[in-house]
C-alpha cells in the first residue's frame, strides 16, 4: 500500500514539475513585419494579445501581437554531418 502511495505522489509531483516549464511563444506585431519570441510560464501562447517593453530612452511601447506555440524548422539548428 506504501508503494502505491509513493507511486502517485511522485506521479504528482511529476504533473506539477512539467505544468510550470517555460515556453516560447513566437509572436506576430500586428500591421509590422516584427516577430518577437515572449516566454511565458504559464497559459497558452494563443492568449497573449500584447507585449509591453521599455526602448534605450526608456519609453514604455505596447505591440499587439498574435502568438502562437508551433515548433518551425527555422526555429532549430539543423546540423549535417
Given at each position: 500500500m506504501?508503494?502505491?502511495?509513493?507511486l502517485?505522489?511522485?506521479a504528482?509531483?511529476?504533473?506539477?514539475?512539467?505544468?510550470?516549464?517555460e515556453?516560447?511563444c513566437r509572436?506576430?506585431?500586428?500591421?509590422s513585419q516584427?516577430?518577437?519570441?515572449v516566454t511565458?510560464?504559464?497559459g497558452t501562447c494563443?492568449d497573449?494579445n500584447?507585449?509591453?517593453?521599455?526602448?534605450?530612452?526608456d519609453t514604455?511601447?505596447?505591440?499587439y501581437?498574435?502568438?502562437?506555440d508551433?515548433?518551425f524548422?527555422?526555429?532549430?539548428?539543423?546540423?549535417?554531418?
Open positions: 506504501k508503494k502505491i502511495l509513493f502517485i505522489g511522485a504528482t509531483l511529476v504533473l506539477c514539475a512539467s505544468c510550470s516549464k515556453k516560447n509572436c506576430s506585431v500586428v500591421g516584427i516577430v518577437r519570441i511565458i510560464t504559464g494563443d497573449l500584447h507585449a509591453s517593453y521599455r526602448d534605450a530612452l514604455l511601447h505596447t505591440d501581437i498574435l502568438c502562437t508551433y515548433p524548422e527555422a526555429d532549430s539548428l539543423i546540423v549535417n554531418h
